[in-house]
């Protein structure tokens, strides 16, 4: 009988072991399965708010864009296939469409068009640590300022990140203090590679990317013919 007894005591533990472990799988389960719906869902949620930030972005570069221009459709695929071959955000980018073809630059397929200057300008944003709003700023800034000097974004973007090399300065800093100088610079004859190589020289010297711009807009400003 003591035997009996015993062996159906071990049989009620045996249950009850078997019993709690079941709820312990069942709860964890139910657990896991909240956790992954919420992480999945959390980025659902974070796909589709990016998706609808990115269409307000096109839509916004649309209210520029004329029945000439190049279609908005064909804009998206060229942001898509870019920031595919670029390490800055597809918003980032697409705003920096619209900067672009703001700031005057054509709306037009190829060379000279905002898409190209867009493209050149990321690359150049990219070598020179900037971000895409200062580079496409800079670059605008001088393919506006020297339009006779008929120069290709690619070029306008080569001769800022040499100066960079060549001189102590940062693109950023160059990139933000290019509007001081560069109009008088246009207006008083002096090329492009003459004010950046001056630039160039200057920062070598010691002289502060403030300070060197400043004492140049004032040489330029003398250059000037007097009417």
């Not at 001056?198 to 010297?205: F, I, K, P, R, S």
């Amino acid at each position: 009988a003591g035997a009996l007894a015993t062996q159906t005591a071990f049989q009620k533990m045996e249950m009850s072991i078997r019993s709690a472990s079941s709820r312990i799988r069942t709860e964890f389960s139910l657990t896991r399965n909240l956790f992954l719906l919420g992480f999945v869902g959390g980025a659902v949620g974070g796909a589709f708010k990016f998706a609808g930030d990115f269409e307000k972005s096109l839509a916004n570069v649309s209210t520029l864009l004329g029945n000439a221009d190049v279609p908005i459709s064909r804009y998206k695929n060229q942001l898509i296939e870019l920031n595919k071959a670029s390490s800055k955000d597809l918003l980032d980018i697409t705003k920096g469409l619209y900067q672009t073809i703001s700031a005057g630059i054509p709306a037009i397929e190829g060379a000279g068009g905002a898409f190209d200057v867009l493209k050149a300008s990321v690359k150049a944003a990219e070598a020179g640590l900037s971000t895409t709003e200062q580079a496409v700023n800079a670059t605008v800034t001088v393919l506006n300022s020297y339009k006779q000097a008929n120069l290709s974004a690619t070029e306008v973007t080569d001769k800022l990140l040499q100066t960079v090399v060549v001189g102590r300065i940062t693109f950023d800093q160059l990139a933000n203090s290019l509007g001081l100088v560069i109009t008088n610079s246009a207006n008083a004859g002096v090329t492009l590679d003459e004010m950046l190589g001056a630039v160039a020289a200057l920062t070598n010297a010691g002289l502060t990317s403030s300070r060197t711009m400043t004492s140049l807009n004032a040489a330029f400003t003398a250059l000037q013919p007097t009417s």
